[in-house]
């Protein structure tokens, strides 16, 4: 069973950058695409707003709240999945969750295994 664990959170003020990484365990991310939800602490993750996907193949898809200011992209010799985020904002504050899916979908309950989550708070 792969197992996915997220690093690279933390406290930052507005306008700083923070990378966060997605590392798998346990098998490899070859054959999923992969994504980055996040989640208002309190809400369940079913509701979690889409923020980035990678394909199998290398194609992305960033929400537009986050087009131009962060960036996914993977390494699959690593297993490893990243999230540069720019320019952060105050509004970016969440629990930012690493994600594999056997389809293209920006919808989280299509989502086959979750990361644990690493918190991200932007002060302004």
């Known amino acids: 069973q792969v197992r996915l664990v997220e690093s690279g959170g933390g406290l930052v003020q507005a306008g700083d950058s923070l990378r966060l990484s997605c590392t798998a365990s346990?098998?490899?991310?070859?054959?999923?695409?992969m994504a980055w939800f996040r989640q208002d602490s309190g809400t369940d993750r079913d509701f979690a707003e889409f923020?980035?996907?990678?394909?199998?193949?290398?194609?992305?898809i960033h929400a537009d709240s986050v087009k131009g200011r962060f960036a996914i992209s993977r390494d699959n010799a690593e297993s490893t999945v990243y999230l540069q985020m720019n320019s952060l904002k105050p509004e970016d504050t969440a629990v930012y969750y690493c994600?594999?899916?056997?389809?293209?979908?920006?919808?989280?309950?299509?989502?086959?295994?979750w990361g644990q989550g690493t918190q991200v708070s932007v002060s302004p």
């Open positions: 346990g098998g490899t991310l070859n054959m999923y695409h």
């Open positions: 923020v980035a996907l990678i394909s199998q193949g290398g194609g992305t």
């Open positions: 994600a594999a899916t056997p389809e293209i979908s920006t919808h989280p309950t299509n989502v086959a295994i």
